[in-house]
């Protein structure tokens, strides 16, 4: 037989064994992989105890979006950015110049939402 030969049986034998041990490897991926819970399961609180920010529900009618000209519904006096994830109580220092894409009823349902309170 000649080298070039000998090569080629060797090459074909190489790629046939690699592409074994990749199909071993994906196939023990697959069936390997426990499956993850999306969220942590949320306990209702105790009889008595009290609730915390955290453990707010939030529903469909959370947020409300800012009226046409920039104001808020009388329903949601608090104003939030989204782009800064803060928002604004009435009274605030930047209450009047914030322009707020979303407004909550409740500064607990901000921070459940995610959202901060401004510092001033």
């Given at each position: 037989?000649?080298?070039?030969?000998?090569?080629?049986?060797?090459?074909?034998?190489?790629?046939?064994?690699?592409?074994?041990?990749?199909?071993?490897?994906?196939?023990?991926?697959t069936t390997?992989?426990?499956?993850?819970?999306?969220?942590?399961?949320?306990?209702?609180?105790?009889?008595?105890q009290s609730?915390?920010?955290?453990?707010v529900r939030?529903?469909?009618?959370?947020?409300?979006?800012?009226?046409?000209?920039?104001?808020?519904?009388?329903?949601?006096?608090?104003?939030?950015?989204?782009?800064?994830?803060?928002?604004?109580?009435?009274?605030?220092?930047?209450?009047?110049?914030?322009?707020?894409?979303?407004?909550?009823?409740?500064?607990?349902?901000?921070?459940?939402?995610?959202?901060?309170?401004?510092?001033?």
């Amino acid at each position: 037989m000649t080298s070039i030969a000998t090569a080629l049986r060797r090459m074909v034998f190489l790629l046939v064994l690699a592409a074994g041990v990749g199909a071993v490897v994906s196939w023990r991926r697959t069936t390997s992989a426990t499956p993850t819970p999306s969220a942590p399961p949320q306990w209702p609180p105790l009889p008595g105890q009290s609730v915390t920010t955290s453990q707010v529900r939030l529903d469909a009618q959370t947020w409300l979006l800012a009226l046409d000209d920039g104001s808020v519904p009388p329903s949601h006096p608090i104003k939030a950015k989204d782009s800064s994830k803060i928002f604004h109580v009435p009274g605030g220092r930047f209450y009047d110049r914030t322009k707020p894409e979303r407004c909550y009823a409740t500064a607990a349902t901000a921070t459940a939402d995610g959202y901060r309170q401004s510092k001033s």
